[in-house]
């Protein structure tokens, strides 16, 4: 129940303008003048089933898929909310106006379920190992995309880390560099707040020591280790020193998910074959 709860307030914390600029950017993307193929199809009313084709799939980005089809005046039913593995809908309205939608709604869809179920697998990996800490995305996402990746990350159980550069303080190396410069030449005193710590140790081992080190003299300190990262070797950073592992392959090289809109013909609806189930 709490987790139905938070995804509850994820989905309903998106405020609606954003919803509807974001749908309107991605329709006039994909169909900036004309659309031919529309006239020829018609508006009669039709009825369209949403398919997985991705076995396992983390259902994410329900909100932003229903935008879209609001928006070229079609309705979405969906049978299961955010999170779930079991992927139904189906998508009613005009058919030139359904497939106006079609793209749109599906890359954002596809993409956003892709990255959930990423980070769905990376906790299960974390719970399997018994560790504690966060698993977290960073700010490697797709430009204009942000929003829908970093909802994504939320649906499959990860932390979205800082949203922008005004989320937190976090100096990295090249900050460092630039602020040593400006104290050598000026003489002045910066002090900072640091919500976590970087390094950049080889190897891997030589991290732990450091970590552990830092920790048994700052206990309230948290840690953080990134760079390199990946699902194959995210299980070499646990640790009980280490409180948070970022990764960027979260989003960059993330696998898709597959989904596609089935026009059901005439006399199929009550004949059509069950959606896939996975789980």
Same mark, same amino acid.
């Given at each position: 129940?709490?987790?139905?709860?938070?995804?509850?307030?994820?989905?309903?914390?998106?405020?609606?303008?954003?919803? #509807?600029?974001? +749908?309107?950017?991605?329709?006039?993307?994909?169909?900036?003048?004309?659309?031919?193929?529309?006239?020829?199809?018609?508006?009669?009313?039709?009825? +369209?089933?949403?398919?997985?084709?991705?076995?396992?799939? *983390?259902?994410?980005?329900?909100?932003?898929?229903?935008?879209?089809? =609001?928006?070229?005046?079609?309705?979405?039913?969906?049978?299961?909310?955010?999170?779930?593995?079991?992927? =139904?809908?189906? *998508?009613?309205?005009?058919? !030139?106006?359904?497939?106006?939608?079609?793209?749109?709604? %599906?890359?954002?869809?596809?993409?956003?379920?892709? $990255?959930?179920? !990423?980070?769905?697998?990376?906790?299960?990996?974390?719970?399997?190992?018994?560790?504690?800490?966060?698993?977290?995305? =960073? !700010?490697?996402? #797709?430009?204009?995309?942000?929003?829908?990746?970093?909802?994504?990350?939320?649906?499959?159980?990860?932390?979205?880390?800082?949203?922008? %550069?005004?989320?937190?303080?976090?100096?990295?190396?090249?900050?460092?560099?630039?602020?040593?410069? %400006?104290?050598?030449? !000026?003489?002045?005193?910066?002090?900072?707040?640091?919500?976590?710590?970087?390094?950049?140790?080889?190897?891997?081992?030589?991290?732990?020591?450091?970590?552990?080190?830092?920790?048994?003299?700052?206990?309230?300190?948290?840690?953080? +280790?990134?760079?390199?990262?990946?699902?194959?070797? *995210? +299980?070499?950073?646990?640790?009980?020193?280490?409180?948070?592992?970022?990764?960027?392959?979260?989003?960059?090289?993330?696998?898709?998910?597959?989904?596609?809109?089935?026009?059901?013909?005439?006399?199929?609806?009550?004949?059509?074959?069950?959606?896939? $189930?996975?789980?």
């Amino acid at each position: 129940h709490h987790a139905e709860g938070m995804l509850f307030l994820m989905v309903h914390s998106i405020p609606t303008y954003s919803l #509807t600029r974001l +749908a309107r950017e991605w329709l006039a993307e994909d169909t900036p003048n004309f659309d031919p193929a529309g006239v020829c199809v018609g508006s009669e009313e039709v009825e +369209a089933k949403l398919l997985c084709k991705t076995p396992h799939t *983390v259902l994410a980005g329900s909100p932003f898929f229903t935008a879209v089809f =609001t928006e070229v005046g079609c309705t979405v039913d969906w049978m299961y909310q955010e999170g779930a593995v079991i992927v =139904t809908a189906v *998508v009613r309205g005009p058919a !030139r106006c359904l497939l106006l939608g079609e793209r749109p709604a %599906l890359n954002c869809l596809s993409r956003a379920s892709g $990255i959930a179920t !990423r980070c769905s697998q990376l906790q299960l990996t974390a719970k399997s190992a018994g560790w504690h800490g966060e698993v977290a995305g =960073t !700010r490697k996402t #797709t430009p204009g995309f942000r929003l829908v990746e970093k909802y994504a990350m939320l649906v499959g159980g990860t932390s979205m880390h800082r949203q922008d %550069l005004s989320g937190m303080v976090m100096l990295k190396d090249n900050h460092v560099w630039g602020i040593s410069k %400006l104290l050598s030449s !000026r003489n002045k005193t910066l002090t900072a707040e640091l919500s976590s710590t970087h390094f950049h140790i080889s190897p891997l081992q030589e991290l732990h020591v450091a970590a552990r080190d830092l920790k048994n003299e700052f206990p309230s300190l948290q840690i953080e +280790a990134s760079g390199g990262v990946t699902p194959e070797n *995210v +299980a070499s950073y646990f640790s009980s020193h280490v409180d948070i592992i970022s990764l960027g392959c979260i989003t960059q090289g993330c696998p898709v998910s597959d989904f596609s809109l089935k026009v059901q013909k005439p006399g199929e609806k009550n004949n059509a074959p069950p959606l896939p $189930i996975y789980s």
